[in-house]
């Protein structure tokens, strides 16, 4: 008689939970009607801590060892006009280990390895550029050593230069690219 009575006691058990949890989410229910709120709990749905734009002096006084790494250069900061004064905010730039997609040249490239620009001897120079989310050149740094000369016509010519943008999945971002390119005073074919 025993063996009879158990799924039915189990049967009558899990009727119960139901029925009791049933009636819970229909008093939370009617409870948040009558407030006119959420099922959220009330409270901060987000803690933000702000933290000071700028560095301790004894920080600013201590030589990095990353800023004297040739790869490590210091990315564009831009001015932000705020309450008292203007602030810098440094921009993030991704490395091309970071992004899905690599920027490519669009314009003013030959090849994508190829600058024209007259008046200059022909090399090949390493530089680091940073290019926006838009594709625009924000920041050119050589790293292969050049007169003044030649350096102020390469910076005035790769201004001119314009980018399909790094990108991560499928938005577009802001990269710092490491690129080789080819310096030419006119297109040979």
Not at 65 to 93: C, I, L, M, N, Q
Not at 123 to 128: D, G, N, P, S, Y
Request: hydrophobic share 50%.
């Amino acid at each position: 008689m025993q063996s009879r009575l158990r799924p039915w006691l189990a049967l009558a058990v899990s009727a119960l939970v139901h029925v009791g949890l049933a009636l819970f989410l229909l008093g939370q229910a009617s409870r948040v009607a009558s407030n006119g709120g959420s099922a959220a709990a009330p409270g901060p749905a987000m803690m933000v801590r702000l933290v000071s734009a700028t560095r301790p002096a004894a920080l600013d006084s201590a030589p990095l060892a990353a800023a004297a790494a040739p790869a490590a250069a210091v990315p564009p900061r831009t001015e932000v006009a705020g309450g008292g004064g203007a602030e810098t905010v440094e921009k993030h730039y991704f490395g091309a280990s970071a992004m899905t997609q690599q920027p490519e040249a669009a314009e003013g490239l030959v090849a994508g390895k190829l600058l024209v620009v007259p008046g200059i001897t022909p090399q090949t120079v390493a530089l680091q550029v940073w290019i926006s989310d838009e594709g625009t050149v924000e920041r050119v740094a050589l790293d292969s050593p050049m007169s003044k000369e030649e350096e102020q016509m390469l910076l005035a010519a790769f201004a001119s230069v314009r980018f399909q943008p790094g990108r991560i999945g499928r938005i577009a971002v802001r990269g710092r690219l490491a690129m080789q390119i080819m310096l030419d005073d006119t297109l040979r074919m």
